[in-house]
């Protein structure tokens, strides 16, 4: 069986140079190019020298119809803008296309969504293995628990990190909405300031940190009447949200259109 070729896009970022990294050392695929944004100082270098790697022989590009074109799938942990163009182009060729940029809005949901009609789309707010069965973990407790039980959900990233809540944390609060059989958009707190008065039965709560270099803390907290339950996820590195997305790409293979997470990727 051939080599699934796999694209990056973002590639001079910091999960675009961590893809190139697990790409280019996971058996059964191989790196077939990577883009940048226009203007980047980045175009034109060698992806495995901007990697830390030995020279691949593939260059920077700033056009995504070009890497899609020699392409099984593309990896995106770019910005909502730039991922729903790539969406577009990744269901016109037919490949796969792993979603990891967070951020996007309900336009951009759709936008992708329709893309999925026509290929295969993998998005999840995080990749890690580790993460995913905090979301499969919470989903179970918020449904085993009644609304006596608090939820609040309590994450930090980075100081450079530019979206909040961040997607994992709003992934965690729609598994515990979905365990709870309620709709999280008007049944969230995402913000609290001043006079607030009591807590909402029913609510769940977002709160925000950002600070150094936290790759990601998250922790779902069940408050009841003289108990808590706490569960947290720590990741150290981010290699293993791109060892996930690598993963993501190559079970996507063959799967037909169709609009996946990693929940489904890993079985749980």
Request: proline share 3%; glycine share 14%.
């Amino acid at each position: 069986m051939s080599e699934i070729r796999i694209a990056v896009t973002g590639a001079a970022g910091r999960m675009g140079r961590e893809l190139i990294r697990v790409i280019s050392t996971t058996s059964g695929c191989v790196l077939s190019g990577g883009t940048e944004a226009p203007g980047s100082p980045h175009v034109g270098a060698d992806l495995g020298t901007l990697a830390g790697l030995p020279p691949l022989g593939l260059a920077v590009t700033t056009d995504p119809l070009e890497l899609v074109v020699g392409s099984d799938a593309v990896i995106d942990f770019t910005a909502p803008a730039p991922t729903v163009e790539m969406a577009g182009l990744a269901a016109n060729a037919r490949i796969v296309h792993v979603i990891g940029t967070t951020g996007l809005g309900e336009s951009d949901d759709a936008a992708i969504k329709a893309a999925a009609r026509h290929a295969t789309v993998i998005k999840a707010g995080n990749m890690s293995l580790g993460v995913n069965l905090l979301t499969a973990v919470t989903r179970r407790i918020a449904e085993a628990l009644d609304a006596d039980f608090d939820i609040e959900i309590i994450e930090m990233h980075h100081r450079q990190k530019v979206d909040a809540p961040s997607g994992t944390a709003l992934m965690l609060g729609a598994a515990a909405a979905e365990g709870r059989g309620i709709d999280l958009k008007t049944n969230s707190v995402k913000a609290r300031d001043g006079h607030t008065g009591a807590r909402r039965r029913g609510d769940i709560g977002f709160a925000t940190l950002r600070g150094g270099t936290v790759v990601g803390d998250h922790t779902v907290v069940f408050a009841g009447e003289g108990e808590r339950i706490e569960i947290t996820h720590r990741a150290a590195d981010r290699s293993i949200f791109a060892r996930g997305a690598v993963k993501a790409a190559l079970w996507g293979q063959g799967k037909g259109p169709g609009l996946f997470n990693m929940i489904d990727v890993l079985g749980l």
